[in-house]
Antibody, heavy 118, light 110 residues
Framework: EVQVLEFGGGLVQPGGSLRLSCAAS????????MSWVRQAPGKGLEWVSA????????YYADSVKDRFTISRDNSKNTVYLEMNSLRADDTAVYYCAKGLSQPPFDYWGQGTLVTVSS | QSVLTQPPSVSAAPGQKVTISCSGRSSNIGNNYVSWYQQLPGTAPKLLIYENNKRPSGIPDRFSGSKSGTSATLGITGLQTGDEADYYC???????????FGGGTKLTVL
């Protein structure tokens, strides 16, 4: 059974940093891209970032470029999202999802809430 | 303002059919596959349709997808109260080099 589980959300002050982790199981992790998608309270889905299966290629939404960094450790079946210079509008539930294509986002975690507030 | 345009809401009676549109441009829908996601209240999104019209295992054939030019459509037949959810379309945007979602459509089954 495929499982995706996010960790690391919480309350952080504006300008602060936070690292999210996503542990996956039930599939050959090193064969698939992984992605982060967020959802601000009461709002729609916003794609944040993705990383290729071997980690060589990374992609970012303009809203987080130069502030967020995605990485992965295929030996630990884990993908990370390092978030710096956090702003109030980064407040959202952050979902980790399997894939970017073939098919895209076919499994999602339950989400972890990040709140940026003083 | 989302890159892909969806109607904010649609509604229909139980047993009826509904369609949800998703409009984009050549850099996204026009040249890439479209996916659809269902988000039930308080839960994570779930993949309903990928590659324009394919259903993952476990998704009933009441759900269908199609694409024409720079628009895509999700169809749901035999509506059930359990289908009440937010529905999102999504695709890769070659100009942005990133994934884009529609703003979401809230389905109400009256």
């Amino acid at each position: 059974e495929v499982q995706v589980l996010e960790f690391g959300g919480g309350l952080v002050q504006p300008g602060g940093s936070l690292r999210l982790s996503c542990a996956a199981s039930g599939f050959t992790f090193s064969n698939y891209a992984m992605s982060w998608v967020r959802q601000a309270p009461g709002k729609g889905l916003e794609w944040v970032s993705a990383i290729s299966a071997n980690g060589d290629s990374t992609y970012y939404a303009d809203s987080v470029k130069d502030r967020f960094t995605i990485s992965r450790d295929n030996s630990k079946n884990t993908v990370y999202l390092e978030m710096n210079s956090l702003r109030a509008d980064d407040t959202a539930v952050y979902y980790c999802a399997k894939g970017l294509s073939q098919p895209p986002f076919d499994y999602w975690g339950q989400g972890t809430l990040v709140t940026v507030s003083s | 303002q989302s890159v892909l345009t969806q109607p904010p809401s649609v509604s229909a009676a139980p047993g009826q059919k509904v369609t949800i549109s998703c409009s984009g441009r050549s850099s996204n829908i026009g040249n890439n596959y479209v996916s659809w996601y269902q988000q039930l209240p308080g839960t994570a999104p779930k993949l309903l349709i990928y590659e324009n019209n394919k259903r993952p295992s476990g998704i009933p054939d009441r759900f269908s997808g199609s694409k024409s030019g720079t628009s895509a459509t999700l169809g749901i037949t035999g509506l059930q109260t359990g289908d009440e959810a937010d529905y999102y379309c999504g695709t890769w945007d070659s100009s942005l080099s990133g994934w884009v979602f529609g703003g979401g459509t809230k389905l109400t089954v009256l």
